[in-house]
């Protein structure tokens, strides 16, 4: 049997990704446990024991290889997969996000846009067409979709949520402003809260004017 | 001395601000920590746990009155203050969250956007203005800015944000994909990285479907 992770590990994943991304570019090779902390401002004992949770990598003395801890946290985190994605929302959020090309790099696609706004109907952002949520169905029965980004108010957000698991969909990445509570718990929810990251900003920014 | 209380605790704050939000919306005027556990999905000696950090709020077999706590974990948050923001970068990002206005209902107030990109001089988004990058130090002599939110490449985020903290601004709330790392510690920074979100995302589909 598979040990269960902790989220709070597969949450340091993709910024251990990002460093060591940041060291390819600069074209270092290997790295000890001890640099790599100092870069990431973690414990190089809280690296070694997450890296463990996967197997370890390291060897002792040798430090990481940088290009081959990178790919094989890159297929943990399943980035050596494409992951089609639709946006469900083409306001300014769903557009903004559209248009941040990096996901690309990463194997997330966005496929197609959906909306109610008829003035967007037949529009597109960098090619990508925007349907009408009418068209939503008929699509994902075409369409292989496997994360379906949530745009959108949040009294639809739930409804609409439900709506997608029902054609299939695995995987939610909630911009609404709610946690979104699906009947059926195998479905992957990832919920951003662009609210909850500034009241924590306003939190610090009182503790330290005191 | 104050307790200093781990950023664990406050990173779950907002979330209760959320659900309290939403009680009262609802017209509930108490609630037990029994329910409040089940309603958040958290267990009730987490949420005890977590509000006695601050003192309590509950009274034992009473529950808790939704609207003072509300109300106090808005202060705890400091929303109880108005912050001013500024939007370093107009690009599709900056505009999407400038035209969030439900940030404003928390008392964040973006005041001005600033970009280089010519076209954009003179521009609006929701009548708040778009400036150039050159009319920033300018512009922050003669306003008060709690906040800078930075939406911008980065390879300009880290110099950015110094230029910032130099001009007086005390926090950071960071969109860029890199984590800041200010000379001035004092300085408070809140990433957000769009990106690790949808790698957890991706872990997670990758677990289930194993």
Not at 143 to 148: E, L
Request: aromatic share 10%.
């Amino acid at each position: 049997m598979e040990k269960e992770i902790s989220q709070a590990v597969i949450r340091r994943m993709p910024r251990y990704y990002r460093y060591l991304g940041e060291l390819l570019e600069e074209g270092v090779e290997r790295i000890s446990s001890n640099d790599l902390s100092h870069r990431m401002m973690v414990t190089a004992s809280q690296i070694r024991q997450d890296l463990n949770n996967f197997g370890g990598f390291g060897q002792q003395g040798y430090g990481y290889n940088v290009k081959y801890l990178y790919d094989e946290i890159g297929k943990i985190l399943g980035l050596n997969e494409t992951h089609n994605i639709i946006m469900i929302g083409a306001g300014n959020l769903g557009q903004a996000i559209t248009n941040y090309v990096k996901f690309e790099r990463f194997g997330f696609i966005i496929t197609a846009l959906f909306d109610v706004k008829p003035s967007l109907k037949g529009q597109t952002v960098r090619d990508i067409p925007i349907y009408m949520m009418d068209e939503l169905d008929d699509y994902c029965k075409k369409n292989k979709v496997d994360i379906a980004a949530l745009t959108l108010p949040k009294e639809k957000a739930e409804d609409t949520a439900q709506h997608l698991v029902n054609l299939g969909i695995r995987a939610i990445w909630n911009f609404a402003h709610v946690d979104l509570d699906l009947s059926d718990k195998s479905v992957v929810v990832e919920n951003v809260h662009l609210s909850d990251s500034l009241m924590q900003l306003s939190y610090n920014i009182v503790k330290n004017s005191k």
